[in-house]
Nanobody, 119 residues
């Protein structure tokens, strides 16, 4: 009943910026935590940033100072503004939400969007 749709990925050069978007839809009663993860080929999926329902944020060390996570509760959306991108940021980025939908709390995932940063 819950679907997450991501957009905003692409191919950029080092130093450029991208803004990722993720919107949740369906029979959602409450969304608690919203987050962005990424996974590079051959690597484990890692947390990039998350944001609570009240706006408190948390960032991976690699993202601090360069990335900004934000949410729009009215639209059930979460965003990741990425600046000063590096080749090491190349990965598939996934959004994730903790939501109460049909009687239970679950973690939902987007389909992923590719971010490629060239040197």
């Amino acid at each position: 009943q819950v679907q997450l749709v991501e957009s905003g990925g692409g191919l950029v050069q080092a130093g450029e910026s991208l803004r990722l978007s993720c919107t949740a839809s369906g029979s959602i009663f409450i969304i608690n935590l919203m987050a962005w993860y990424r996974q590079a080929p051959g690597n484990q999926r890692e947390l990039v940033a998350d944001i609570t329902s009240t706006g408190s944020t948390n960032y991976a060390d690699s993202a601090k100072g360069r990335f900004t996570i934000a949410r729009d509760n009215a639209r059930n959306a979460v965003y990741l503004q990425m600046s000063s991108l590096k080749p090491d940021d190349t990965a598939v980025y996934y959004c994730s939400v903790q939501a109460l939908a049909t009687g239970s709390w679950r973690n939902y995932w987007g389909q992923g969007t590719q971010v490629t940063v060239s040197s």
